[in-house]
C-alpha cells in the first residue's frame, strides 16, 4: 500500500477507453512497440545473512513530475535507499503546462500549484474562423494550466519528505556492467554535484542497484543502455507579460491557432499562466524555421499580447514516440526519456507522472520487501504491459489524428469546424479531463463520420495552399 502526501491511499484507477473519430481534440490543451533486449535472465536475491541486512540502492534520475513520482514510491519503501538526481532545482521547463482534471486529484496537487483554472477555449482556423470548444465543461470541470518550476518543486519536495535523499547535480555517465541481466552487478553513475553559491560541479560516483531515467529527452540514462533514437519537435514558448487590462481576456481562457503560419504540423498557443501568457509553438518537420513560426504566432494573437514584455524564451526538445528500448537489465526509462508524449496534442505531464508511478510501484512489487533485484524480464511483463495496455490506444488514435487534420490548411479547417459539434467537445473533454471516454453513441459517430467526410471537402476546397519549405538534412536528425 503507497501513501500519497497528506496520508491518503492511493486509489488506482484502471479505465479502459473507447476511441471514435470523435476523439478529435484528446488531450489537446497540452503543448507541448517496444523491443527487449534478449538473453538468458535470472532472478537475483540476497544470498547471505549480510546481504540481508543491506538495503538495496535505486538512482531516480531527473526531478520533473516523472522522476519525483518515482522517487516518492521507493521513498515509502524502508527496505529501498532512494536518491533523487536534479541538475536543476529551480528549473523552468519549457512546457505549456496544462494538467488535466483528474490529475489534480489522483496525485494529490494542492490548488496552489494551478495558476489557472482554464474553462473557456477558442480555436482559431488558418482563415481566422473561431470555435469555443470548452462549451460542454460543467462548472466544476477546468483544464489546470501550471508553472513547471513550481510544480515539479512540489511533487519533489513531497519525494524528499518521504525518504528520498536529493542531490544536486548533472548526471554526466553510467557504467553499466556487460553481466548486468543476468547477474546483480552495480550500475556506477558519474555525477557533477553542485554546492550552493557555486556554479563549478565537484566530480563524484555513486554505485547502485536499480536506475529509472527521467530525465527528459535528451536522457543520459537513455544513451547509457543503448535505448536507440527517436524522432523529435522543438517547442518554443515566450513567456509575456501583458497589462492587468488584457490578462482579464486570459482569466479562463486559452487559445490555440492552427495554419502553416504558425506550425505546418502542430498549434500554437497562449496559455494564461499566474500574472503573464506562454504564447508558444512547435514543429518536427521543419525545426529550423522555429523562430519564423513563434514570430506568427504573436502576430495571430494580435491586439490581445500587444505591449506585452517578454520575460522568458523557452525552448526544448519533445520526443514524438516511444524509444526502441524502454527497459534494459535493472534500468527503466519513464517519461520524456521513454517517449511518453502524445502527438496532435504534445501532452507530456500527465503521462510522465503516470509511468514514474507505474513503474516505481511494480518494481517495488518485484523486489518484495527489498528481498530480492528484478529482471528486465519482469519489468516489461509488469510496467511496460500495463503502460502500453493503459495508454497504447491513446498514442496510437492521437498519432492518426495528426496526420488527417494538420497535414494542410484544408484539412486544418475541417479540424476546426468539426469542434463545433457538441458531441466532439463532450467526448473530448470527457477523454482529456478523466483519461476515459464514456457514453459514446453508435448513432453519433456514424453522423459524425459523414460530417467529418463533408468538413475535409469543404475544407480543401476553399483553404489557401499551404507554403512550400524544404528542409531535407536537418529533418533526419534524431536524439
Not at 501568457?277 to 494580435?302: H, M, S
Request: aromatic fraction near 10%.
Amino acid at each position: 500500500m503507497y501513501l500519497t502526501f497528506p496520508q491518503n491511499i492511493y486509489r488506482k484507477r484502471k479505465e479502459k477507453m473507447k476511441f471514435t473519430i470523435a476523439a478529435l481534440l484528446i488531450s489537446s490543451t497540452a503543448a507541448f512497440t517496444p523491443s527487449s533486449f534478449n538473453g538468458a535472465q535470472v532472478s537475483s536475491t540476497a544470498a547471505s545473512g549480510s546481504a540481508l541486512d543491506m538495503k538495496y540502492k535505486v538512482a531516480v534520475v531527473g526531478g520533473g513530475p516523472s522522476g519525483a513520482c518515482a522517487a516518492e514510491i521507493f521513498a515509502q519503501e524502508k527496505s529501498i535507499d532512494t536518491v533523487l538526481f536534479e541538475r536543476k532545482l529551480d528549473n523552468a521547463k519549457p512546457c505549456g503546462g496544462a494538467i488535466p482534471l483528474c490529475m489534480v486529484g489522483e496525485f494529490d496537487l494542492p490548488e496552489t500549484v494551478v495558476d489557472r483554472k482554464v474553462r473557456k477555449m477558442n480555436l482559431i482556423s488558418p482563415s481566422g474562423v473561431e470555435v469555443n470548444i470548452g462549451e460542454t465543461l460543467q462548472p466544476d470541470e477546468y483544464i489546470g494550466m501550471c508553472r513547471r518550476e513550481v510544480l515539479d518543486t512540489y511533487m519533489r519536495d513531497r519525494a524528499i519528505e518521504y525518504g528520498a535523499e536529493c542531490v544536486n547535480g548533472l548526471v554526466t555517465g553510467v557504467d553499466v556492467p556487460a553481466d548486468h541481466k543476468t547477474s546483480d552487478s552495480r550500475y556506477k553513475i558519474h555525477y557533477q554535484e553542485y554546492q550552493d553559491g557555486s556554479s563549478a560541479g565537484e566530480k563524484k560516483s555513486m554505485e547502485v542497484d536499480v536506475i529509472v531515467g527521467a530525465d527528459g529527452a535528451n536522457s543520459r540514462v537513455a544513451k547509457a543502455m543503448d535505448a536507440g533514437q527517436y524522432n523529435f519537435a522543438i517547442a518554443f514558448q515566450e513567456r509575456i507579460k501583458i497589462s492587468d487590462e488584457k490578462m482579464k481576456f486570459y482569466e479562463e481562457m486559452a487559445e490555440m491557432y492552427v495554419g502553416d503560419d504558425v506550425s505546418p504540423d502542430f498549434y500554437g498557443w497562449v496559455f494564461p499562466k499566474y500574472d503573464h501568457v506562454g504564447v508558444g509553438t512547435g514543429t518536427v518537420v521543419n525545426r529550423p524555421a522555429i523562430k519564423q513560426y513563434q514570430k506568427a504566432i504573436r502576430e495571430r494573437a494580435g491586439d490581445k499580447i500587444e505591449g506585452g514584455k517578454i520575460i522568458k524564451v523557452e525552448a526544448h526538445p519533445i520526443p514524438e514516440h516511444y524509444r526502441p528500448t524502454r527497459v534494459a537489465g535493472r534500468i527503466a526509462l519513464v517519461g520524456d526519456a521513454a517517449g511518453y508524449v502524445t502527438k496532435c496534442s504534445g501532452e507530456g505531464i500527465y503521462f510522465a507522472a503516470k509511468s514514474g508511478r507505474m513503474a516505481a510501484k511494480e518494481i517495488v512489487e518485484l523486489m518484495k520487501g527489498g528481498s530480492r533485484l528484478p529482471t528486465e524480464e519482469e519489468i516489461q511483463n509488469t510496467y511496460i504491459k500495463k503502460y502500453d495496455s493503459a495508454y497504447g490506444p491513446t498514442y496510437f488514435v492521437l498519432d492518426a489524428l495528426q496526420k488527417v487534420f494538420y497535414v494542410n490548411n484544408g484539412a486544418r479547417e475541417a479540424f476546426v469546424e468539426l469542434c463545433n459539434s457538441k458531441y466532439v467537445q463532450q467526448v473530448t473533454f470527457d477523454s482529456y479531463l478523466y483519461k476515459r471516454v464514456q457514453g459514446n453513441n453508435p448513432l453519433d459517430d456514424l453522423k459524425l463520420l459523414g460530417e467529418t467526410i463533408g468538413c475535409l471537402i469543404k475544407g480543401y476546397s476553399n483553404a489557401k495552399p499551404d507554403r512550400e519549405f524544404s528542409n531535407p538534412v536537418e529533418s533526419q536528425k534524431r536524439i
